[in-house]
């Protein structure tokens, strides 16, 4: 059973929601639809659950037409960014409600629920007032709820992103196994999220979209490597990709006074108005390296994150271990160049280390 | 906090209450024990002797009681039926949703007993519109002259003319409730009948308490549409317990009679609506 959108367009005001969005979802995959706020992820999840009726565009499930099922029919079960039950009903009511909309015996009923509580550990529960918990409580509810109703489609949108940390590792886990297990073998999964590590770690199909516009579509493994334009670097990568114009002529890249020696995938390039793209990840401390002043430096985790400035460019860099910094250090720096990417003058990927496009 | 001139403070709000609420019931509960009449005014002492004339000699004290609880139940019943379903209807998205949350509140703008009168002329019995109508068909109900109708009509004309206020409560309330279970409602499979069933109703059930709680105190005030309607004709079938009330201390100045009612009276609708307040909530919350 497939779900296939076709050139979906829903565009309330002067901005575009969604912007001829199409794509084919096969049953039994995970789909992951990155992009920043407000790109339009949210209005693709509550189209295809049918809260919203595009302005033009077809969806299709299962060779029927989608857009005219009503939503109360369509079995598709979404959880969304805020945790949204019922406040008037206890745990065990609020995840047994989708079963009493259909005709299901009280005991059959029972044993779903059970069952579900126990997959997002909830067990003991089921008399608790939904205003007794806690928000990861409450989320492992709506999560509970979309679960029981074994929906052929599961919309997940932004489902950790108002939770504390600690949490958000832990549920993250916690969908990673149950994503895993049987469920996933009849049932489109739609997870959305604006963060490319989530993105990673669930390891699927990956939807870019931006503006309304899928960007590029791929396994993640794929975005990541080969990023098909600058704006899916930008969006796919954590802190954001850093990107500097550069000059490359005679198998050397030249920017501020910094000379290197390009690697084989980018010396062959002779476009114009090149950029190179670089992650934070791949640059390191190096005595010899070049001069780099330290205008900011944040602690994260276990992270140093360090933005850095020569001349008129501006990069971040990021480091795996605790390290004090102060603002105005001057620091020395490397590039792994070898790992660099190059845009063309139109934000196209021109080369990438892993083969894409490789000029 | 411990200054002496506390109490002054204090003073103005106690000097209201004991004014206006408290001197009362005491003035009255004296004025009970009392024989005071036309010919007799002045506060002597008889004792409980008006109680128990009360509760032993006027069945029409009774009558009124029970044809009052009758009325009030049966016009906030109806006022919550038709306020409920209009506040719902202008709630959704409609056209002209504006223009009929205005239109249904006019009815509580008017002046009531203005506005009796006029209905008054309404179901004249040969004189009004609705008689002229009624009259193609060859029928001629007496609106107000029989005792089942004239009932039917007081509740007619006490639903025209609450139901807005009502209306305004329920249409508070579901502005007031979360957007949110209702988009989770429609995902999980419910239609828009299960929907209200089971999300907009039970969320719904606090704030219906305390509407049809506040209804039935102001219902069972009733008084100014029976006296300009039928002034609790014909006969006392469209009598009320404050218009009897009225009738007695008023008109035929039993002073010390009409107080020992008024505050039998007040002790009966104090635990009467604190039982309808909890059973409603039982019923309701499911608490």
């Not at chain 1, 795996?320 to 792994?336: A, G, P, Q, R, S």
């Not at chain 2, 249409?171 to 828009?192: N, Q, R, V």
Request: hydrophobic letters at 45%.
């Amino acid at each position: 059973m497939n779900l296939i959108a076709n050139n979906l367009t829903y565009k309330p005001s002067e901005e575009y929601h969604l912007n001829e969005v199409s794509f084919n979802f096969k049953e039994g995959n995970l789909y992951t639809i990155l992009g920043r706020t407000l790109s339009g992820k949210t209005t693709l999840l509550k189209t295809i659950a049918g809260l919203l009726t595009p302005d033009s565009g077809a969806i299709e499930f299962d060779g029927k037409d989608f857009l005219k099922v009503p939503v109360w029919q369509r079995n598709v079960a979404m959880v969304y960014q805020q945790f949204i039950n019922y406040p008037h009903l206890n745990v065990f009511e609020n995840i047994a409600f989708p079963l009493r909309q259909r005709k299901i015996d009280n005991e059959e009923i029972k044993n779903k629920v059970m069952e579900s509580l126990k997959s997002v550990g909830l067990v003991g529960y089921e008399n608790r007032k939904i205003q007794e918990l806690s928000g990861g409580q409450q989320q492992r509810v709506s999560l509970a709820r979309s679960l029981v109703k074994n929906a052929k489609i599961l919309l997940l949108d932004e489902p950790l992103v108002n939770l504390d940390y600690k949490l958000r590792e832990q549920l993250r886990e916690e969908f990673k196994s149950l994503f895993s297990k049987g469920l996933a073998d009849e049932t489109i999964l739609i997870y959305s999220t604006t963060d490319p590590r989530e993105t990673m770690e669930l390891n699927g199909e990956v939807i870019v979209l931006d503006e309304g516009k899928v960007l590029q579509v791929g396994p993640a493994k794929e975005i990541f490597e080969n990023p098909s334009s600058l704006k899916v670097a930008e969006i796919s990568n954590d802190p954001p990709m850093n990107i500097i114009e550069a000059e490359i002529s005679n198998e050397q890249i030249r920017f501020e006074g910094i000379e290197i020696k390009a690697p084989n995938h980018l010396s062959k390039l002779t476009d114009s108005g090149l950029k190179i793209g670089l992650r934070s990840s791949d640059i390191e401390l190096n005595e010899n390296g070049h001069e780099f002043e330290v205008e900011l430096a944040e602690i994260s985790g276990s992270e140093t994150l360090l933005h850095l400035k020569r001349g008129t460019i501006k990069i971040i860099m990021s480091i795996e271990e605790v390290l004090n910094f102060k603002i105005h250090d001057k620091i020395k720096i490397d590039f792994k160049i070898d790992r660099a990417y190059a845009f063309a003058a139109d934000g196209k990927l021109a080369s990438s280390p892993f083969g894409g496009n490789n000029g | 906090m411990n200054f002496k001139h506390k109490y002054f403070f204090l003073f103005p709000g106690l000097f209201v209450l004991i004014g206006i609420l408290i001197f009362p019931i005491i003035f009255v509960v004296r004025l009970s024990l009392s024989g005071w009449n036309s010919y007799n005014p002045g506060l002597d002492f008889i004792g409980i002797e008006n109680y128990i004339r009360l509760f032993t000699d006027d069945p029409r004290f009774w009558e009124s009681f029970f044809r009052l609880s009758f009325l009030s139940v049966t016009t906030v019943i109806l006022q919550y039926v038709i306020g409920f379903a209009l506040a719902h209807m202008v709630w959704k998205d409609i056209k002209f949703k504006r223009f009929f949350r205005v239109l249904f509140l006019v009815p509580m703008m008017t002046t009531p007993v203005i506005m009796t009168v006029i209905w008054r002329t309404f179901f004249h019995e040969s004189l009004g519109p609705v008689n002229d109508i009624l009259s193609n068909f060859g029928l001629s109900p007496k609106w107000l002259t029989d005792p089942a109708l004239a009932k039917f009509t007081v509740i007619i004309v006490e639903v025209w003319q609450w139901t807005p206020f009502m209306f305004l409560l329920l249409l508070a309330g579901l502005l007031s409730l979360p957007k949110e279970p209702f988009l989770a409602a429609a995902i999980d499979g419910a239609s828009p009948v299960r929907k209200f069933i089971y999300v907009t109703f039970p969320l719904m059930a606090p704030i219906s308490i305390g509407a049809i709680i506040i209804r039935l105190i102001e219902a069972s005030k009733i008084m100014d549409t029976v006296y300009v309607l039928t002034s609790g004709g014909p006969g006392t079938s469209t009598e009320t317990s404050s218009f009897y009330i009225f009738i007695k201390g008023l008109r035929e100045f039993q002073m010390g009679y009409a107080a020992s009612m008024s505050f039998t009276y007040l002790i009966i609708m104090i635990i009467s609506l604190t039982i309808i307040a909890k059973v409603l909530t039982k019923l309701l919350l499911k608490e």
